[in-house]
């Protein structure tokens, strides 16, 4: 048994619908657990659809005429006869409709859960219902019959025990009827029946416990990219594929903000022992990159990962007494409270300084509380540089006619915060 996953940028039109059906069509003799993303960028769309309702007028029913639109287009070149999967569609359609009648709800969280997953919904709909009229036969199983989690909205953290026993329950028969079953990354159910959300690009994430519940031969994560290369070819010239990588090295290098696979996917991976192939679904009889368990780590090229919308959070005593342990274990507290994860931090004798991921909501919430005992000070529009297995070239390469305003050097990775 194996586990698949295909992302937004592979079901992003009707081709590539097509090439999901045609590399699918190569593996009829295996069971197979699909796990999909959202079509393209409809997730983002969802978002500005949930920002618009609660800003009230209009807006947010013309921007879901807009996704309604560009996903019966997509139905309409893929199906002979879209009776079926219209009637399907409207079902969902119909759901966000309510939605937005209604006034926006008190916990922003909660509301963006409850909406913005309809898009997985969409997703596997369309294809299963295409995969079914092609001759692929398969069932569409709701995750959120399956992905149990707690109501941290947005972030919500899965229930093993009761997600695990689900899985084991459920798919199993499934496959044993037809070889093939849909269903839908990155959303879950809480135990009071709302939708839940694992948080963005969480279909990875989704994929790996679906893995680790079925003890899957492997996952493949099918990309637009050969695998994982030295840095992000959007924005970096003379990347290479890296052949194998330790569970460890692709914890640690996705940690960072290496957007190509969600780091959250290696843990239920690594303790099961399961290979992960991140692949590309432009050419499918490649190999891709294999993440493993290795007894001697491999070798691995300068890997670099740049890291937009970073911010600087420096926190001082008023008073000019230490920075001790217990603010230290106040502040953490907090950057639970409000999901904020630190990607760097340094204490002096009277300050502390943090580096996240800029988020206006979060970051005006951990400010206001901070303040009440402390000198806040917030630098926003960084960028946070991390290279691993640096040489000195590659990191004077990004020094240069830069302003470092923070850097840490350790024996396999240097991280620098620029201006
Ligand atoms: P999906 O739609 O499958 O979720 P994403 O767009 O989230 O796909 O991820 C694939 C993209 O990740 C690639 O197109 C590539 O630009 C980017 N990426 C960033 N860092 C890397 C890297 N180190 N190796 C490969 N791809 C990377
Ligand atoms: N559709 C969700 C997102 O765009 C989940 C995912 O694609 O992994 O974040
Ligand atoms: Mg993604």
Redesign the pocket.
């Known amino acids: 048994m194996k586990v698949f996953k295909f ?2 940028a592979s079901v992003k039109d009707a081709a590539s619908f097509k090439n999901v059906a045609s590399i699918l069509s190569a593996y009829q003799d295996e069971d197979i657990v699909l796990v999909l ?2 079509l393209g960028k ?3 769309k969802l978002e500005s659809i949930l920002e618009a309702h609660y800003m009230g007028g209009p807006n947010a029913k013309a921007l879901l005429s807009e996704l309604i639109s560009f996903h019966l287009e997509i139905v309409h070149k893929l199906f002979t006869d879209v009776t079926a999967i219209v009637a399907e569609l409207n079902d969902l359609f119909v759901e966000i409709e309510w939605i937005l009648e209604d006034e926006p709800h008190s916990d922003y969280n909660y509301e963006y859960d409850q909406l913005v997953s309809f ?2 919904l969409f997703s596997t709909r369309i294809l299963s219902g295409y995969l079914n009229e092609i001759g692929l036969s398969n069932h569409w199983l709701d995750a959120r019959n399956v992905i149990l989690t707690d109501n941290s909205y947005r972030r919500a953290n899965v229930n093993w025990a009761q997600t695990e026993l689900r899985i084991v329950h459920q798919i199993p028969p499934l496959l044993a009827e037809r070889k093939l079953v849909i269903t839908q ?2 959303i879950g159910c809480t135990s009071e029946n709302y939708n839940s959300t694992l948080g ?5 994430f989704s994929a790996g416990v679906f893995s680790y519940a079925l003890n899957a031969e492997s996952l493949s994560i099918w990309k637009d990219v050969p695998g994982i290369l030295t840095g992000d070819p959007r924005r970096l010239e003379d990347v290479v594929k890296i052949e194998h990588m330790s569970y460890r090295e692709a914890i640690e290098m996705t940690y960072y903000g290496a957007k190509v696979i ?1 780091p959250k996917t290696i843990k239920p991976l690594q303790n099961k022992g399961i290979s992960l192939f991140v692949r590309s679904f432009k050419n499918p009889e490649e190999r891709g990159t294999e993440i493993k368990h290795f007894e001697v780590e491999p070798n691995y090229p300068p890997v670099i990962v740049i890291e937009d919308d970073q911010c600087l959070i420096n926190i001082s005593t008023k008073d000019f007494s230490f920075i001790a342990e217990k603010h230290l274990s106040g502040i953490f507290t907090q950057l639970a409270e409000y999901g904020i994860s630190v990607r760097l931090m340094r204490n002096t004798a009277i300050s502390f300084t943090i580096c996240s991921t800029y988020e206006e909501r979060k970051m005006n919430k951990l400010i206001d509380f901070l303040q009440e005992d402390f000198n806040v000070e917030l630098i926003p529009d960084l960028q946070l540089v991390t290279v691993r297995h640096y040489n000195l070239e590659t990191i004077e390469k990004y020094r240069i006619n830069r302003k470092v305003l923070f850097e840490e050097q350790l024996s396999k990775m240097v991280q620098l915060v620029l201006e």
């Open positions: 992302g937004g993303s959202a409809t997730t983002n898009g997985e990354g990155f963005r690009e969480g279909s990875d969600h």
